[in-house]
């Protein structure tokens, strides 16, 4: 997996329930203020590591972007203080045995760590998993209001095909939401 050789080093690699209790802060912390998620109530650690079984059940890849430091970094022998500090999945786009090819592909970046490529990072990785796994095409939902996100997924080589008006309701607003797709 990849590592980064400008500040503390970064490792790509496949989320373990260990990882769970900083995902879920994460995944809380875009729940409650943001609409990058349409979830609305905080998530608790059981319904995480639910979450994380059934994706594993299902074969979809989940990575977690963490940082590698060490106190003495001379000998690398010294303490070694790593942190997690977002992550990507693929997961079921829909049930229906005519979807199998398709999914859908989540990803969130602590905050304060945003814009340090840690997302494209992640991405980098999990194409190649998903060209493995022999799926055709990956969708990401992005909540139009979100341009940043709009500008990331663009970025990624993912194309607009549709926006569905108004299907999403969070803050008392309705939420316009762009279907950008990657064929793979
Ligand atoms: C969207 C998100 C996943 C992007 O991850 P990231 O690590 O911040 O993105 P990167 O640093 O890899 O940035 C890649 C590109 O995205 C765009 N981008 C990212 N952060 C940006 C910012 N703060 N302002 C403007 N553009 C930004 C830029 O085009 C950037 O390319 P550039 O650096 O060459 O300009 C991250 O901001 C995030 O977790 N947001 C909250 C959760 C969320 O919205 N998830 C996605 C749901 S659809």
Known sequence: MATSSAGPAVVIRPMIADDLPVAMVILNGAILTSTATFRTDPVDLAERREWLVG???DNYPCFV???IEFSNRESETTAKVTRVLG???LSCYRSLQGYINTVEISLY???GFRGRGLGTKL???ILPEARK???RTILAMVAMENEIN????EKQGFKQCGVLRGVGRKFDRWLDVGVYQLML
């Open 65 to 67: 972007a963490e940082s």
């Open 123 to 125: 991405i980098n990785d």
């Open 150 to 153: 709009v500008r990331f997924w």
């Open 87 to 89: 992550w990507c999945n």
């Open 109 to 111: 970046i602590q905050e």
């Open 55 to 57: 994706l594993a059940k």
């Open 133 to 135: 796994r022999g799926y």
